[in-house]
């Protein structure tokens, strides 16, 4: 074989990976990172894959784009983790017409054209948002509270993000069947923790009396907590934090009795991506929509389960 033979010979399997293009939201949560490295991981040379990932600094401008660039690169699939529900139709139409499947994972997207996308994977953002009310009343019930009547607090992450459209639907629908628990403060923090806590500090200026604060991640529950601390107050007692995600952060939190309660967002789609992607490339029809298994994990086990956490 001639140098130039064995090159080429070196450098075939090259030509069979997958080239998947990644538009990620952007870096904003605990979350989102192991969501990226999880991604990354997973969608490596050595599982067959080349992977192109773009940042988008939440902005779904900047996905667009990404995801133009994306076509014009001819990838072999698009995966999205896209900010925000809405405005996917026109981009969505031109990765259909250059043929390239798109896989939407985490949040969803609102399209009336159900061929735009090949599937998605994600969580039940509204079934979280119920979670945290059944774990919240019970708990109310059980310290003897759950007949006073509280004030809640909510942090909302991105406004028109899936996570934020649907815990805000969970906890309102869950909380309209308990007339004594009352929405009296409602702001996005945009799941960062320096805006939750900023958010959270004009909350706390604004007079208002808050037994609850339902923060829709933990980096906003984070700043919350350090606002509380500021003025004196004792998170998790004078104000019950509820919170989402249940990155293991949170369970510190939980442990170090700041936090009550933590419900899951699984961020680990690496795996699944890479599966649905695979099947895909090889002619394969795949489930349309898939929802992941999360669970509720309240601070009187944090301890026990921290060991066995994954992100
Ligand atoms: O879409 C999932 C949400 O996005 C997570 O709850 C949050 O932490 C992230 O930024």
């Known amino acids: 074989e001639t140098p130039a033979q064995e090159e080429a010979k070196e450098e075939a399997p090259a030509n069979d ?12 949560s605990d979350w989102r990172v192991a969501n990226t490295n999880s991604m990354k991981e997973t969608l490596s040379e050595a599982n067959g894959f080349k992977l192109i990932f773009a940042d988008a600094q939440q902005k779904q401008e900047n996905q667009i784009k990404a995801v133009r660039d994306f076509i014009s690169q001819e990838v072999d699939v698009i995966v999205i983790a896209p900010v925000t529900e809405t405005g996917w139709e026109t981009v969505l139409g031109e990765a259909k ?12 997207i609102n399209v009336t054209d159900q061929s735009l ?68 403060l409602e702001q996005t923090g945009e799941f960062t923790q320096a805006k939750g806590q900023e958010v959270m500090e004009s909350f706390l200026k604004s007079g208002e009396k808050i037994d609850i604060l339902i923060a829709q991640n933990d980096n906003m529950a984070f700043g919350a907590i350090d606002a509380l601390k500021a003025v004196g107050k004792v998170p998790a007692k004078d104000v019950i934090i509820v919170s989402f995600d249940a990155v293991k952060a949170a369970f510190e939190s939980m442990i170090a009795g700041d936090m009550n309660v933590s419900v899951e967002c699984n961020p680990l789609h690496g795996p699944r991506v890479a599966e649905l992607a695979k099947a895909i490339m090889e002619g394969k029809t795949v489930e349309k929509i898939q929802y992941v298994e999360e669970g509720v994990y309240p601070a009187e086990t944090a301890a026990e389960i921290m060991p066995q956490r994954q992100y």
């Open 117 to 184: 996308y090949t599937c998605w994977v994600g969580s039940d953002f509204y079934q979280e948002g119920v979670d945290a009310v059944k774990w919240l009343t019970e708990y109310m019930n059980g310290l003897g509270r759950g007949s006073e009547n509280l004030n809640v607090a909510v942090l909302q992450g991105t406004i028109g993000s899936s996570a934020e459209i649907g815990r805000t639907k969970g906890v309102r629908d869950e909380l309209s069947k308990y007339s004594n628990y009352k929405i009296v």
């Open 17 to 28: 990976l997958i080239t998947v293009g990644f538009s990620q939201v952007g870096a904003e």
């Open 97 to 108: 017409d250059a043929g390239i499947p798109v896989i939407i994972v985490d949040r969803m």
